[in-house]
């Protein structure tokens, strides 16, 4: 998920998350993100990266969006609105999902939390917060729910990493309740910071295991200080926004913007899954769902394009943009979606787009790095799974 992360203009005025004045005070540097001014590193990359992978890392991830749904037709509302089956996320879960438009294209991908019998939270993207938000207002219309935009009242954070459990577990003032850990992936539950309401979730964009906290964006500061003094002595460290987006990339999770768009499909990205074209509502009965004759009609086609992964075989790390070709000098056959050196692979990795006869694994491909063919192997995705 969870991520289009667009710059934002110098002309506009971005907005600081709660913890700005904690970023600062750790020498993290800032950069316009999404309409956000928020950490790029405190460090450096790789062993930002490298903390998340052997122990902890601690993200700011306020600037996401969270839209509260409330009502007795709210799970009814959010199978009409998503493409997903809603209804049958049990309170205490949560389910990765999509917001498309009448054509099938992707507005963002979000994550839904089923926090009550009759209450969801979803969670977008920073860059497309109001652009989800007006499409489930207009389409709430008939239902009986409140849809409401807590963003600004809210902060998250996110304790990614093997020894994320260990971290909250020992972090003063929160309250986790009995049964933690047993707390399923993708599931939820509701917890206390200092007697404050909080929400923990187990999810996350890393490819490891990990947590993220909602708590009222005034005792924002409070918790990151506290989980940052816990996660010490097991290795903890903050992490920025370009250690995130390596980790993602290993993790091959996709990024709106580049993997995802408006003219981009659930099925084009390979993520045709998350689409319950026969799914029912609370009721038992069929429902159409925003989206659906025209997500029938492409998963009904063959491909038109396939996302795959590429393992670079130099040192040159292909980027977002970049062509793909069959061979040197021929037709270009696909394009970079996203890219960068592995700090844990040891060598490129990168996400493209490519015609469907070169998508095969073991297929040899080069991609023009800067007026140089750089050697490809299409290998499958994910880069990386932690280990059992």
Request: glycine share 10%.
């Amino acid at each position: 998920m969870n991520g289009h992360e667009s710059v934002t203009s110098p002309r506009t005025a971005a907005r600081r998350s709660p913890l700005h004045g904690e970023h600062v005070a750790l020498g993290a540097t800032p950069v316009p993100f999404a309409g956000w001014l928020m950490p790029l590193r405190y460090t450096s990359d790789v062993a930002e990266h490298q903390a998340v992978r052997t122990a902890a890392g601690l993200f700011d991830l306020s600037h996401m969006g969270e839209i509260a749904v409330r009502g007795p037709d709210a799970r009814a509302f959010a199978d009409y609105a998503l493409v997903g089956a809603i209804s049958k996320v049990a309170v205490g879960r949560a389910r990765y999902t999509m917001v498309c438009r009448p054509d099938g294209g992707v507005l963002d991908d979000l994550v839904v939390y089923r926090v009550a019998d009759d209450e969801l939270m979803i969670v977008a993207n920073a860059a497309n917060t109001a652009t989800v938000l007006a499409a489930l207002r207009t389409r709430a219309e008939g239902f009986d729910v409140v849809v409401r935009d807590d963003s600004s009242a809210t902060a998250l954070v996110a304790v990614q990493g093997p020894r994320a459990a260990q971290v909250l577990a020992s972090t003063p003032g929160l309250a986790l309740g009995p049964g933690f850990g047993e707390l399923r992936y993708y599931a939820c539950r509701h917890a206390r910071f200092d007697g404050v309401p909080a929400l923990v979730g187990r999810t996350g964009y890393t490819g490891e295991d990990g947590y993220e906290i909602w708590v009222e964006a005034s005792r924002a500061v409070d918790l990151w200080r506290a989980l940052l003094a816990a996660g010490r002595p097991h290795g903890l460290a903050p992490a920025g926004l370009a250690a995130r987006d390596s980790l993602r990339l290993e993790a091959g999770m996709p990024l709106y913007g580049n993997e995802l768009d408006r003219t981009t499909t659930p099925y084009d990205a390979g993520l045709g899954r998350v689409v319950a074209l026969d799914k029912t509502g609370p009721d038992g009965r069929p429902c159409d769902f925003v989206g659906r004759a025209a997500l029938a009609r492409r998963a009904a086609e063959p491909p038109r394009r396939t996302l795959v992964g590429l393992a670079g075989q130099g040192r040159r790390a292909p980027r977002h943009g970049y062509p793909v070709y069959a061979a040197p000098e021929a037709t270009a056959v696909g394009t970079v979606t996203s890219g960068a050196p592995s700090p844990t692979l040891g060598h490129p990795v990168a996400m493209a787009y490519v015609a469907p006869p070169f998508a095969a694994e073991g297929t040899e491909l080069t991609v023009d790095v800067r007026g140089r063919a750089e050697p490809v192997r299409v290998v499958p995705l994910p880069f990386y799974r932690r280990p059992v």
